[in-house]
């Protein structure tokens, strides 16, 4: 039992570092493209209005006709929303770069990876 006890006391040590050489199996660079895997959104396009419009609905007893406006607020927004979303889709499959944009899509982080390539 003693010496279970000496075997016991460095068990949760970290290794020391220059004991456990490196050793390199790939290459140690990025690859040249990115795969469009990760790109879902997670944006509710036009939650505010459908709130609304359901908010409306439970207060009119679920009657549409007095919820017009709200509803046709939601239309709208969700044709706005429909064609902002068509619009960064053909431009991320396209890979056109857009000055300033903050968040690129894989085709736009392709084209800008192929303009400086690894060597």
Known sequence: MRSSIIFMKWARSPQNENK???QEILPL??????????????????????????????KNNYEDRMCTKETENF?????????????????ALTGVLTPGSKN?????????????PHK
């Open 29 to 58: 660079r990025l690859r040249n493209r990115v795969t469009g895997k990760g790109t879902r959104t997670l944006e509710a396009g036009c939650l505010q209005e459908i709130t609304l419009v359901l908010s409306c609905l439970v």
């Open 20 to 22: 456990v050489p490196f």
């Open 104 to 116: 690129l899509k894989f085709g736009q982080i392709n084209k800008l990876l192929a303009m400086f």
């Open 75 to 91: 239309q709208n927004c969700y044709k706005t929303y429909l064609k902002n979303r068509n619009f960064s889709k053909e431009q």
